[in-house]
């Protein structure tokens, strides 16, 4: 007997049919994406029940095929996904700045006349997304709140953005439309471009030498500045990325029974940029031993963002504004990695596997099978260590200060006391 049985009944792409080995009726249905014919039983053995049950499953299909509209109001769509979905996600308040600036363009759009009445799903056409993606790129957002947090305006103003930033609020705009499909709330997806790789921001061109990271320190030295002072030396010494750095919290991510960083605060949901366990320099050791909150502080609260401080160091220094914070992480991965002279004379070689695991990248090609058997291990002795090290070394030698905390434990177990009778000794 053919897969199916014989088609005792039939209604639209399902019919009803046995198997040999049960007394029970099926229903089957050609899967044209799978190439095969599925099944799902009744639990009946009444010919009769069993008609009704496939008449039943029939309509249910059809009622959800209608149920789900073609078209839809795009404001509706990107409010659902952000209460139901987007707000919950780490990525939240990047996630919150794509919606606002789209739903920003989408007024500009109606007010000028191209959309006729509300913007919806259906205007949403690669020529819409063009002008969204080329305005977006000309323009900064600045959100006004009421006392109670509400948003009130969003205003737009002349500057320039990066095309990479520009294209993450592309992939959420994207992401809510698919969220309104997965939801049964559209039937339909439209395409939504993104920016060609040739308007990518191309390869990191932006570097900072060790003489220009000693620049960067001596500034924060001399300007009392130790929450901007702190960062770079946090920086360099986890290769982390700036929010990284800011979000670090000692008390609850440093375990020093084996001397490691957990990059991920406790609950927070790990994303596609990850933060990984990482062993730490002898350096940042002494400096992490020195506070049990968060590192980098300002008059005892978290530094939340150090923009500021950067751009107004980097116009002192006379830096190339291309040169931002997150070009730390990328100066020191390419140090490391290619100042020959710097490893001939202490003697290390980088391991490029290493490095990856330490910096968060998850393995691609060969090794990504690999990596699924032999996962990273933060180890004190790894060569990425050992070029940190390295490192902070080189820094201590171009700067006409010490870089230690004036105040370092040495160990775990001394007691505050000492620690305390040190300090008076220092002052």
């Known amino acids: 007997m ?22 029970s009726w099926y229903i089957y249905w050609y899967d044209a994406r799978k190439r095969k014919t599925r099944r799902k039983t009744t639990h009946e053995e009444s010919f009769e029940r069993a008609k009704e049950l496939i008449d039943e499953h029939y309509y249910a ?25 987007g707000r919950t996600l780490t ?32 205007d949403l056409t690669p020529r819409y997304i063009r002008r969204y993606i080329a305005w977006r790129l000309t323009h900064s957002i600045r959100v006004v709140h009421n006392e109670e947090g509400e948003v009130v305006k969003v205003r737009a103003s002349k500057k320039d953005i990066s095309p990479n930033t520009v294209q993450t609020y592309v992939k959420y705009i994207r992401a809510a439309i698919n969220w309104a499909y997965k939801n049964g709330d559209i039937s339909i997806c439209p395409y939504i471009p993104g920016l060609s790789r040739y308007e990518l921001n191309g390869p990191r061109t932006a570097f900072i030498s060790i003489e220009m990271m000693a620049d960067a320190l001596t500034y924060a030295h001399t300007h009392k500045m130790d929450y901007l002072f702190k960062f770079i030396i946090c920086s360099i010494g986890t290769i982390a990325r700036p929010q990284t750095v800011l979000e670090l919290h000692v008390g609850s991510q440093m375990d020093w029974t084996q001397g490691l960083l957990d990059l991920n605060p406790p609950k927070r949901r790990m994303t596609s940029k990850r ?5 730490v320099p002898e350096l940042l ?13 300002y008059n005892n609260d978290q530094v939340k963002s150090i923009k500021k401080s950067w751009r107004t160091m980097r116009t002192e220094l006379k830096w190339p504004t291309d040169i931002i914070t997150k070009t730390i992480r990328h ?4 140090t490391l990695r290619t100042n020959s002279a710097l490893k001939k004379k202490y003697g290390f070689i980088i391991d490029p596997w290493e490095l990856s695991g330490h910096m968060g990248h998850q393995a691609a090609g060969g090794l990504e099978i690999t990596e699924g058997y032999a996962q990273y291990v933060p180890d004190t002795e790894s060569t990425v260590i050992q070029g940190l090290n390295a490192y902070f070394k080189e820094l201590e030698q171009a700067v006409d200060f010490d870089l230690h905390p004036k105040c370092t434990q040495k160990s775990e177990s001394e007691q505050i006391d000492i620690q305390e009778k040190t300090c ?4």
């Open 285 to 297: 050791v002494k400096w992490l031993k020195k506070e049990s909150g968060y590192f980098v502080q």
């Open 2 to 23: 053919s897969k199916g049985g014989k088609r005792e009944y039939q209604v639209g792409k399902f019919w009803l049919g046995r198997e040999d080995e049960s007394s």
């Open 331 to 334: 100066s020191i991965a390419k």
């Open 61 to 85: 299909s059809r009622t959800q095929i209608k149920a789900a509209p073609v078209d839809a109001d795009i404001r509706k769509i990107l409010s659902n996904y952000w209460l139901e979905h």
């Open 424 to 427: 008076q000794l220092i002052e």
């Open 275 to 279: 933060r990984p366990v990482v062993a």
């Open 91 to 122: 990525a939240a308040q990047v996630i919150n700045s794509a919606i606002l600036s789209f739903t920003k363009f989408i007024d500009l759009e109606e007010d000028a006349g191209r959309v006729i009445g509300l913007t919806m799903l259906s």
